[in-house]
C-alpha cells in the first residue's frame, strides 16, 4: 500500500510503484477531473501539483510521489490564488470544450503562486506546455492577467 495525501486528505492506495499518478487520481482515488490527453507529457492535461509545483501526471510513477503533498483540481479551489484563478475563468468565459482546462487551470494557478504579477512573457513561458485545441489561449493570458489583480 502507497500512502498519498491529495487536497488534504490521506488515502492509502493499493497500486505499483511504477502506474502513473493520473490512474492512480482517476481510477482509484476517483478523482477524474484531471484529464488524458497525450500520456506522453506533450499536453498538459493532466497537470496536477506536488508541493505546489506543476507536473505531467500521466508520466509520473505514484512510487516516486513520497511524501509530497498532491493538489488536484478538485481541490486547487481551497488556495486563495486557485480560488481567483477559477473565479476569473468563470467571468472571462474561458472554457469551451473545456477537456484542457483543469491542466490550464493547474499551471495558471503554479504560476502566480511563484509569481504575483506575470508579464506576458512569463505568461507564455508557464504555459506554453498546455495545449488547447480549441484555442482559446487569449482568454487564458486575459484570465491570469485579471486574476493577478
Ligand atoms: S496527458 Fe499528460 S501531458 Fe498529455
Ligand atoms: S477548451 Fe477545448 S481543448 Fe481547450
Not at 35 to 40: A, D, S, T, V
Not at 41 to 53: E, N, P, S
Not at 55 to 63: A, I, N
Not at 105 to 134: E, T, V, W
Amino acid at each position: 500500500m502507497l500512502a498519498l495525501k491529495v487536497n488534504g486528505r490521506d488515502y492509502a492506495v493499493d497500486a505499483p510503484d511504477d502506474m502513473p499518478l493520473l490512474w492512480v487520481l482517476r481510477d482509484l482515488i476517483k478523482l477524474r477531473g484531471t484529464k488524458f490527453g497525450c500520456g506522453i507529457a506533450q499536453c498538459g492535461a493532466c497537470t496536477v501539483h506536488l508541493d505546489q509545483q506543476p507536473v505531467r501526471s500521466c508520466v509520473l510513477p505514484v512510487g516516486s510521489v513520497g511524501s509530497r503533498s498532491i493538489t488536484t483540481i478538485e481541490g486547487v479551489g481551497e488556495t486563495e490564488t486557485g480560488r481567483k484563478i477559477q473565479q476569473a475563468w468563470l467571468d472571462l468565459e474561458v472554457v469551451q470544450c473545456g477537456y484542457c482546462q483543469s491542466g490550464q487551470i493547474m499551471s495558471a494557478a503554479a504560476l502566480l503562486s511563484r509569481q504575483a504579477d506575470p508579464d506576458d512573457a512569463a505568461i507564455d513561458a508557464a504555459m506554453a506546455g498546455n495545449i488547447c485545441r480549441c484555442a482559446t489561449y487569449v482568454r487564458i493570458r486575459a484570465a491570469i492577467k485579471a486574476a493577478a489583480k
